[in-house]
């Protein structure tokens, strides 16, 4: 076996070449993205660590208001009993009712001051991890065409009477519109009209172009995914979607303890 030196080290040569055009078109722009995303979820951070400051704050006047009403009901019990002394036990007995009236209506106004507070912070980060996710999200890219086949299960879940109700009774040629965060190429339109015909077909077959027509329109409020627009209803599975649905269910977790103060 004869190994050629020249060719060895101009392998070597190119080999050294490659690793430094990798270095300087890949891993530089790669470590420039990863140190954005890490001031991106630095700002985020301080962001949340402000308003949690915010909140603390708010929590400490309540503190010192409630304390400022436990001592000005003491002064009251106690002039109260001065009062009582001087005139009659009936005196007396009405101050003291007049007193524990006075703290329970403190003490009911500070609770419902503390739970107002308590479901302000709760909203506020509800909000604030809801803007968190949909920025690490737009820092990650991903395909619309990735969230098909989950989109598929779910239309091929649906009933096939409601699936009929979306589609306009008795037109011959139901148009669907096909929105995504970004414009589909044409293959993927292609391959996604075929099976949006086979899945809403009656009979499980094909449907001819001329009975079902797909219409693709991108829409970047979806931030990422696709959305099926029917002439009677939707279906979608994309991250705008999700965020809001994950929004609301926070929110309305945070206004259980008011509603539970309120029964």
Excluded: K
Excluded at 37 to 63: G, K, P
């Amino acid at each position: 076996m004869h190994i050629d030196l020249w060719t060895l080290l101009l392998q070597a040569c190119n080999l050294v070449v490659l690793l430094l055009l990798l270095r300087w078109l890949f891993y530089r722009p790669l470590l420039a993205v990863i140190e954005a995303r890490r001031q991106a979820v630095q700002q985020t951070l301080s962001e949340a660590q402000a308003t949690r400051d915010q909140a603390q704050t708010q929590l400490n006047a309540l503190a010192q208001q409630r304390q400022a009403a436990d001592s000005a009901a003491q002064a009251t019990l106690q002039t109260a009993r001065e009062q009582a002394e001087q005139d009659s036990a009936a005196r007396l007995e009405a101050a003291r009712v007049a007193v524990r009236q006075c703290l329970q209506e403190a003490q009911a106004q500070i609770e419902r001051e503390r739970l107002q507070a308590g479901t302000a912070l709760y909203q506020a980060s509800a909000t604030l991890a809801t803007e968190l996710a949909q920025r690490l999200l737009s820092l990650t890219p991903v395909p619309d065409e990735a969230f098909w086949p989950a989109l598929r299960a779910r239309l091929q879940a649906t009933p096939a009477a409601e699936r009929a109700q979306w589609l306009a009774p008795g037109d011959s040629a139901p148009t669907l519109t096909v929105a995504s965060a970004h414009p589909l190429p044409q293959p993927v339109q292609a391959r996604l009209t075929l099976e949006l015909q086979s899945v809403l077909s009656p009979t499980g077959e094909a449907l001819s172009a001329a009975t079902l027509s797909c219409v693709f329109e991108p829409d970047p409020a979806l931030l990422c995914g696709l959305e099926l627009r029917f002439a009677h209803g939707v279906l979608g599975l994309n991250w705008a979607a999700e965020l809001q649905a994950a929004q609301a269910g926070l929110q309305q977790l945070a206004a259980q303890p008011m509603r539970e103060q309120g029964t």
